[in-house]
């Protein structure tokens, strides 16, 4: 079955995603991509002067991910022009939008106009098939910022959901000596069942000097003020979770500690791979809706 799609706003996920989605025969309008060259010459897309024109005549539309990197506007990097998420509310009244990182206010702003929403990152599918490319990300991160094979080095991971598994995982496979911190007793488990060593995560403390890389994947301060006195100046950090983040950027810098707050990686390392993971998500929301 092919559809009739409205591509709004992203960034150069959205540009592989909107030349994969066309490809496949699909009838797409797209709005705020058009500094996007890869899209320029292709007869298959058609790009919209007005977010109205690109809209009118589809049933689904698809957003940025994220929505908005300011809460008030659409993530727009490949256009010079502005859309606000309220006039996009406007516009859309009565269809459905797909996109990701949805705040509470734009659900409500939604109620108001009849759209539906579904937020593609609460997708399990897609959140399984991101932490491959994050898992990765985050390795080509270590290697660039450290002076040491990863072989051999001793790395802690915070938290054991579906990142720190397979980031252990992968980290294991290239011979680092892998400490994965959880709170449960059922996921400390099943990190000695993975192979890896355990820690509780309530108790690290002096413990955190014995490690060469520290990733943090806990949406909440984990890594303390207090904690980090404990950390080696020469310890790389990395914080994969979304903002506010698990570690206490103020401390770092006074400490002057190695840091990288890495987010957003799929788009970043793999923004081919992850239009696919994107596209094929979409494709399984379809067929939801029109079965």
Partial sequence: MKHKIAIIGGDLRTVKLTEMLASEENEIYTYGLELAENLKDNDKIIQCETVKKAIQNVEIVVGPIPFSSDGN????????????IRELMNEINAKVLIAGGISPE????????????????KRE????LNTIA???????????????????SN???????????????KLAGLSARVTCAARKDEDLAWIHAYGHRATNINTIGENLSEFDVI???????????????????????????????????????????KFVWALSLPGKVAPTTSAEFIKDTIYNILKEIYK
């Fill in 215 to 257: 990733i943090n994947t806990v949406p909440h301060l984990v890594l303390t003020e207090e904690r980090l006195q404990y950390v080696k100046k020469h310890c790389l950090l990395i914080d994969l979770a979304s903002n506010p983040g698990g570690i206490d950027k103020r401390a770092v810098k006074e400490n002057n500690l």
């Fill in 125 to 128: 599918e897609l959140a399984v």
């Fill in 73 to 84: 506007t659409i993530n727009m990097p490949f256009s010079d022009q502005k859309l606000t």
């Fill in 155 to 169: 790395v802690l991971i915070l938290g054991f959901g579906r990142i720190g598994k397979v980031l252990a995982r």
């Fill in 134 to 152: 994050t898992a990765e990300g985050t390795i080509e991160i270590i290697i660039e910022n450290t002076n040491k094979i990863l072989h051999g």
């Fill in 106 to 121: 734009v659900y409500e702003m939604a109620n108001d106009e009849y759209v539906e929403i579904i937020d593609i990152l």
